[in-house]
């Protein structure tokens, strides 16, 4: 999440931040892709988001999607949970949640739903080790093993019967935690509690979190947050990958550009990993890059750049709802498509 005292030097950051890379003219063109936009025109417009919001974690619960919590304008932590009917067209807002939550994934679980650490309670908020268990059938929310140590803008993903959680902001909201903690939701007692594993290699925040193949895959970033350290919030293109069979971490495919800003809007479908929008150094973008037989592609561009937004596919069409496309100022456009 961009956060509100870095705007004031943003300029500053992003002139900083673009000389690491080959010529500030060229980098729009990195940001596109080789492919141009598909014609706006195949985009539709839908049923616009009761409350805009951004930096939404999302979950598909069969063709519901559900949102929870996130940013509203003038970056307020928001506690609504909403889901989104695509052969209705229609929203509807369920149970809120027990605090207004920021920085935090969810993660399916049948038909309920797991959120672990965020920012909590407006901003600039403070970094928690809450742990929620949401139950879509009853509604209800109930507290889960809370986490080792309070974190933020980590991943948070299920492989089988266990909970992983990794990286992510300390409690300063600037210092990147290498920590690696695994829950198994079947044991109990002492079993039940939070294990250490092993450490994420380049510890960052910010970054996209799936399951491929049965392996975590770490996507993107950002290293530091809100310049307390006095070091800008940088974009990484690195993808780590970590195997839960030989508890051990490997490189992946590194993205086309710097990347981060895209939790909600990363997903697995049809055996390709997807990444819709975020950020790449600038405050948004609008690619749409897909993670296909080990190697990333451009299929195109959103109708305009946009940070956090949520995406998922919907009965093969691609779904995009809210984001910031300033990076801080939220829209409630919810866009479909066939998939590219």
């Known amino acids: 999440m961009i956060e509100r005292e870095n705007h004031s030097d943003r300029r500053g950051t992003r002139r900083r931040s673009l ?31 009761p409350q805009a919001r951004f930096e939404t974690a999302a979950a598909l619960v069969g063709d519901t999607l559900y949102l929870f919590g996130g940013y509203s304008e003038g970056v307020k932590a928001s506690n609504r949970v909403e889901t989104f009917d695509l052969a209705k067209n229609a929203w509807r807002r369920l149970r809120d949640m027990p ?3 920021t920085h935090l994934n969810a993660v399916l679980d049948g038909k309920s739903v797991w959120l672990a650490g965020g920012f909590k309670d407006g901003y600039p908020g403070k970094t928690i080790d809450e742990v929620w268990h949401y139950d879509t059938v009853s509604d209800t929310f109930a507290a889960g093993p809370s986490l080792p140590q309070p974190r933020a803008g980590g991943g948070l993903v299920l492989v089988g019967r266990r909970l992983h959680y990794f990286g992510g902001l300390e409690t300063d909201r ?16 002492d079993s039940g509690k939070w294990q250490s594993a092993a450490p994420m290699p380049a510890p960052r925040n910010q970054f996209a979190t799936v399951v491929f193949s049965g392996r975590i895959f770490a996507i993107g970033g950002q290293f530091h ?53 975020g950020r790449s150094v600038r405050p948004s973008v609008a690619a749409i890059w897909v993670l296909r037989d080990g190697a990333w592609k451009s299929l195109g561009e959103l109708p305009q750049a946009t ?23 939220p829209h409630a456009e919810v866009w479909a498509r066939a998939l590219p």
């Open 19 to 49: 000389a690491m890379f080959v010529g500030a003219m060229a980098m729009p063109l990195l940001l596109s892709g080789a492919p141009p936009a598909p014609a706006q025109e195949s985009w539709q417009r839908l049923a616009e988001m």
């Open 174 to 189: 600037d210092t990147d935690s290498a920590d690696h903690w695994v829950l198994d939701l079947e044991a109990s007692g």
């Open 307 to 329: 940070l956090a937004p949520a995406a998922r596919v919907i009965g093969g069409r691609l779904v995009v709802a809210g984001g910031a496309p300033t990076g801080v100022s």
């Open 225 to 277: 947050h809100d310049s307390t350290s006095g070091k800008p919030a940088l974009d990484q293109p690195r993808v780590d990958i970590y195997d839960p069979a030989t508890d051990s971490w490997s490189v992946g495919p590194e993205l086309p550009v710097p990347h981060s800003h895209a939790e909600g809007s990363t997903f697995v479908h049809d055996g390709a990993i997807y990444l819709i929008g």
């Open 99 to 101: 605090s207004a939550l």
